[in-house]
């Protein structure tokens, strides 16, 4: 059984304020073939929320809820908070980690669905930081993809069932559920089981909630337009329900590749989508993320004890979810 002395929380980090903008894209960007003018546009959507991401925010909060529930569990862990991409830099965690003694800790990771960019690229951080910390860095077990587990399915079924609530009761069961994820390459995609697990996901939360038919859509892709992504984009999506079901339709929107209302969720559903909603005159209401639902902390918990305990498949394989390749130029 596996030695555990805390819990890291492993994000993808956010700007706090707006002239940590660019340095944090630049961070993300790093070591990628993007143009500058692409970065100065994704620059606009910080600033359109005065630079600063709610990611941190929010993990803020969801420390403090795991936090709790593993007091309220008799589960003796301090939880640790890193980021791949701005302060608080994993590499300074771990330092101060094994100034604390840990030794070695399961990782959560806030992504539930196994690609290069949600789990792989993740793993490649936590290798690269321990090796910057060098002797004695702790050693980090990442939790795997949590994508079909019951509490995370729960969690969505129940965020969206509020959602649908909000649509008067005569229009309810002909609402459209549309689930959305963050697009990837589709090299990338088709090298892990990104897409499997999510129509898996789907098709278990809209069961639950009795509505057989929804639709996966993707939305906040940054590639070239000669790159293969996938598809259908939030966008075009809402525009061809409305040619189909007319004006003043009901679409539920539920972001359930994410976990937090952050960034992609703020401006590319609650700001981009939401205007062309309005623009087609579309009944737009968007169900909200996990966040701190407590039976999504549970899950976590519950996650850390059966690591704890050595049962199940607990640790992604080696080499799991490649990058892909690039198709020939």
């Known amino acids: 059984m596996p ?9 993808f980090g956010g700007p706090e304020h707006r002239d940590d903008v660019i340095p944090f894209l630049e961070n993300v960007l790093r070591g990628r073939n993007v143009p500058r003018e692409r970065l100065l546009a994704v620059a606009e959507h910080y600033y359109h ?29 301090p939880v640790y908070w890193g980021n791949r991409n701005w302060r608080p830099l994993l590499d300074d965690t771990l330092r101060r980690m ?18 290069y960019s949600g789990c792989r690229q993740y793993i490649e951080d936590m290798d690269r930081a321990r090796a910057e910390v060098g002797q004695d860095a702790p050693e ?48 990338m995609a088709e090298a892990s089981p990104y897409i499997t697990q999510l129509h898996e996901a789907c098709g278990l939360v809209a069961a639950r ?9 993707y939305q906040s892709r940054s590639g070239p337009p000669t790159q293969p992504w996938l598809e259908p984009d939030i966008l075009p999506l809402l525009r061809r329900i409305r040619e189909d079901r007319g004006p003043g339709a009901d679409v ?31 009944s737009l ?17 519950e996650m850390v004890e059966e690591r704890m305990a050595a049962s199940g498949q607990y640790l992604c394989r080696d080499g799991c979810c490649p990058p892909g390749r690039r198709p020939a130029a």
């Open 209 to 217: 909630l009795g509505k057989p038919e929804w639709t996966l859509a």
């Open 98 to 115: 094994r100034a604390d003694g840990v030794r070695r800790a399961a990782v959560y990771v806030t992504s539930a669905f196994s690609s």
């Open 49 to 77: 929320f005065g630079g600063k991401s709610p990611i941190n925010d929010q993990n803020r909060e969801l420390i403090a809820a795991l936090e709790a529930e593993f007091r309220r569990c008799g589960l003796n862990l």
């Open 285 to 301: 209401i968007r169900a909200a993320t996990p966040g701190v639902h407590p039976l999504f902390i549970a899950m976590i918990r």
């Open 140 to 187: 980090l077990d990442k939790l795997p993809s949590f994508s079909s587990r019951p509490g995370f399915i729960a969690t969505v079924a129940e965020r969206v069932e509020d959602a649908l609530a909000r649509v008067p009761q005569e229009r309810r069961s002909q609402a459209q559920l549309v689930f959305t994820a963050h697009s990837v390459p589709r090299a």
């Open 3 to 11: 030695d555990y002395q805390a819990v890291l929380v492993l994000s």
């Open 252 to 282: 539920v929107l539920s972001p359930i590749g994410f976990v937090s209302d952050h960034m992609e969720v703020l401006y590319d559903l609650d700001t981009e989508a939401a205007a062309v909603a309005r623009e087609l005159d579309l």
